[in-house]
């Protein structure tokens, strides 16, 4: 068994269903201590809601040599820091009884590692830190700042995780230039796809009034489905923006609709409708909010909105971070990786408004969320080996 696949299994065992951590960090934090990391917990969240956050970080030590001490020293504020970025929480397991084995006992079959977490995201985290083992190794004194931020607040509201942290780094005037986020991206093998941005997320709560009253007398009644269901065609019917060369248009859904109270010769007071917008960067909040409130008004409905920006999109054109993961999977792999901005939000949104290069990759997301998640066996020691190539060709851009 490699070290990878070790702490993989390591962490795999510990239930830490959102937003419990059940010691993942602390596990995490020994290995980067011992290694030069200096770590620090920040709890955010009410206490029957309690968050872990962990902000590591190791910092390139300065020239040692006299005879460059002041190139040195001018030099020092030029060194760049890579973050790896992650989470220790995961979903429920759902019903135990339709695993094929225990959730939290990590399991080896089939050619694959079985278990909550695995795919989403702690083969990630095992790789992230057994790469950065072996870079150190390699690289006693590289000319990178290395970090980690993890949180055990991504897979649920994400209200006192990955924000807080880069909330009070900000705060610091702590500055990041690369970050790299242990998303389980990949499709059919590890290398076949990064994400080097995400679409933004906007939700609303939209309730549309009229006047309740016998369904057998509409005249005295107001119904506002029907009020409703033309502005709705129309919104449906509507071109948002065409996207661009990295983003798809934005798309406009309605999650859900409430109306009526449960009786079936009763007009409905009102209809309450659950939306959401996925917009790329030719779209603001808004802009949207803007267009939409016109078609409102275009058919004379009285409502309340209300608003709820999830995250902005970002983009991270290729450049340094995208040429350097790019170019260890082709190493590693012998893959040309795909770029993409597809698929849900992750904590990349928060990172991006404090680091100007972020990208997402990990393992093939096929089993995440699902029974049985699983991890192809083959995949894990290339996906650290990514990692590491990876620092390996920013340490190099450093030197030049």
């Not at 290395?146 to 780094?169: F, H, K, Q, R, Y």
């Amino acid at each position: 068994m490699n070290d990878t696949l070790r702490l993989a299994e390591q962490l795999i065992a510990r239930a830490s269903v959102t937003p419990s951590d059940a010691g993942c960090q602390e596990l995490i934090a020994k290995r980067l201590q011992a290694i030069g990391f200096h770590c620090e917990t920040i709890v955010s969240g009410p206490a029957d809601f309690s968050v872990t956050n962990l902000w590591a970080k190791r910092v390139a030590a300065p020239v040692k040599h006299a005879s460059i001490a002041i190139k040195s020293i001018a030099n020092e504020s030029k060194i760049k820091t890579l973050v790896f970025a992650g989470h220790t929480d995961v979903v429920p397991t759902g019903p135990v009884g339709e695993w094929d084995s225990a959730p939290f006992s990590p399991n080896q079959r089939d050619g694959k590692l079985f278990g909550r977490g695995s795919s989403d995201m702690k083969v990630s985290l095992a790789a992230f830190v057994v790469a950065i083992e072996e870079f150190l190794v390699a690289n006693p004194e590289p000319q990178l700042n290395l970090a980690m931020l993890l949180t055990s607040d991504e897979e649920g509201p994400a209200n006192d995780g990955t924000v807080i942290v880069c909330n009070t780094l900000q705060a610091r005037g702590e500055a990041l230039d690369f970050c790299i986020v242990g998303e389980p991206t990949s499709v059919e093998r590890t290398g076949d796809m990064i994400k080097n941005g995400r679409r933004g997320t906007m939700s609303g709560k939209l309730t549309i009034k009229g006047v309740q009253g016998h369904i057998a007398y509409p005249h005295l009644a107001k119904n506002p489905i029907h009020l409703a269901a033309p502005a709705l065609a129309e919104l449906v019917a509507v071109e948002w923006d065409r996207g661009n060369a990295f983003f798809p248009p934005t798309t406009w859904q309605i999650s859900n609709i409430h109306g009526g109270t449960g009786a079936s010769n009763v007009i409905p007071g009102a209809v309450v409708i659950d939306f959401n917008f996925r917009f790329s960067t030719e779209s603001t909040p808004e802009s949207l909010q803007m267009r939409l409130a016109r078609v409102l008004e275009k058919y004379e409905l009285e409502y309340d909105l209300t608003w709820t920006v999830g995250g902005l999109p970002f983009l991270t054109a290729p450049g340094a971070l995208v040429e350097a993961v790019q170019d260890a999977i082709k190493a590693e792999t012998g893959i040309v990786t795909q770029l993409s901005t597809s698929g849900g939000t992750s904590d990349g949104r928060f990172i991006a408004k404090i680091c100007p290069q972020v990208i997402e990759f990990g393992p093939p997301n096929t089993t995440i969320h699902k029974i049985n998640e699983c991890v192809k066996l083959s995949d894990i020691e290339p996906l650290k080996n990514i990692y590491r190539r990876a620092m390996e060709n920013l340490n190099r851009q450093a030197h030049v």
